[in-house]
């Protein structure tokens, strides 16, 4: 069982920066890759980005490379989220997941943490 906490949304200016954290607990929880997700307002649920134990990291959406970086703080559990150059469009609710390396699904999720930018 990982428990996953996040922290640091709030509301920004377009072209501000936001980080996002997120604390995991758990025996096993340094074990599993964290990711973020991210759903706007009527829109689904989209993959951002993750990171594994080791510090791999997927492809960002073209839309957030060179804005958004992942980083990982394994003696903390804690995985971060640094967001710069914010656009509206960027608006949602922010949640962190968990994913056993090996395994299909995230089977883990926060609570989420809010992000509004506005223009």
């Known amino acids: 069982q990982v428990q996953l906490t996040e922290s640091g949304g709030g509301l920004v200016h377009s072209g501000g920066s936001l980080s996002l954290s997120c604390a995991a607990s758990g025996r096993t929880a340094g074990l599993y890759i964290l990711g973020w997700f991210r759903q706007a307002p009527g829109k689904e649920r989209e993959f951002v980005v993750a990171i594994t134990p080791s510090g791999g990291i997927t492809n960002l959406p073209d839309s957030l490379k060179g804005r958004f970086t992942i980083s990982r703080d394994n003696a903390k559990n804690t995985v971060y989220l640094q967001m710069n150059s914010l656009e509206p469009e960027d608006t949602a609710v922010y949640y962190c997941?968990?994913?056993?390396?090996?395994?299909?699904?995230?089977?883990?999720w926060g609570q989420g943490t809010q992000v509004t930018v506005s223009s």
């Open positions: 997941a968990a994913k056993p390396r090996f395994g299909p699904t995230y089977e883990f």
